[in-house]
């Protein structure tokens, strides 16, 4: 509760994150919009899916989708997948397939997937699919570490 006083941006997110599990929807988007308002893009990306499914707030398609767009500026990697989905199911293609360039060099193995099956379907080169492989991989190699493996091998047992 003291980082939460203190306005630190990822506390707050947390403790709407427990209050949300608690079932208290009030408070969750009370503390996550105040992370939210200090620039916290996983914020953001939690009040899109508050917006989206109407706990705590009223469904509100308009600031589900600007919370998304906040999230993905702020590097957001789900939440640039999901623009990218939003951009597909309106028929432009073009815009759904830059952002999930941008999330698959974020690292996130569902925009890959969508620029692959984009790419079966020849909407998208071999040299753009290869580009964004090269870049999704340079991500995941850049978040390996010798601690991270060790902890995920722990986490295994």
Known sequence: MKRVNANDPVAMLQMGLRRYDAGDYDDAVRYISNSAEL??????YQLACHFGEGKGVEKDGKKEVYHLEQAAIGGHPIARYN?????EENG???RAMKHWVIAAALGHDGSLDALKDSYEDGLVS???FAA???AHQAAIEATKSPQ???AEEA???
């Not at 623009?83 to 951009?87: A, F, L, P, S, V």
Request: aromatic share 0%; proline share 0%; no cysteine.
């Open 92 to 94: 432009r293609m073009d």
């Open 148 to 150: 991270r493996e060790a």
């Open 126 to 128: 071999k040299e753009d």
């Open 132 to 134: 964004a492989l090269r």
């Open 39 to 44: 620039g916290d893009a996983g914020a953001h």
């Open 155 to 157: 986490r295994k047992e």
């Open 83 to 87: 623009i990218g989905i939003e951009e």
